[in-house]
């Protein structure tokens, strides 16, 4: 797991809620958890934002980036628009990152 740096982040917590199974990151950002088709991952760290992923395939690894909270226009209302064009923008910077992470071989 790393975050939006490209850095390992330790001591994050990757939960499965259908096994009641928790288990936090090591040293190299690295987990080993018992998942099953179906099962659903998250994962966790503190000023982070969350992340969750339903696991489709057993024999290919879940890399995770989480990226930083990130809080904007505190009050105003948002309209399906505004939500439309935040969701582009973290999409952009999460293809960006993994493209990167893979051109780096930090899988």
Do not use: H
Request: proline share 2%; aromatic share 8%.
């Amino acid at each position: 797991m790393l975050d939006s740096e490209l850095k390992p982040i330790v001591a994050a917590r990757v939960e499965n809620k259908l096994k009641n199974l928790r288990f936090y990151t090591d040293i190299n950002g690295d987990y080993n958890i018992e998942t099953s088709i179906g099962d659903t991952l998250k994962f966790l760290s503190i000023g982070l934002s969350p992340e969750s992923r339903v696991i489709m395939d057993l024999s290919r690894d879940c890399n995770i980036i989480l990226i930083d909270k990130e809080v904007n226009c505190l009050g105003a209302i948002w309209d399906e628009r505004d939500y439309k064009k935040a969701y582009r923008q973290v999409n952009r910077k999460y293809n960006r990152l993994n493209i990167e992470a893979n051109k780096k071989k930090l899988w």
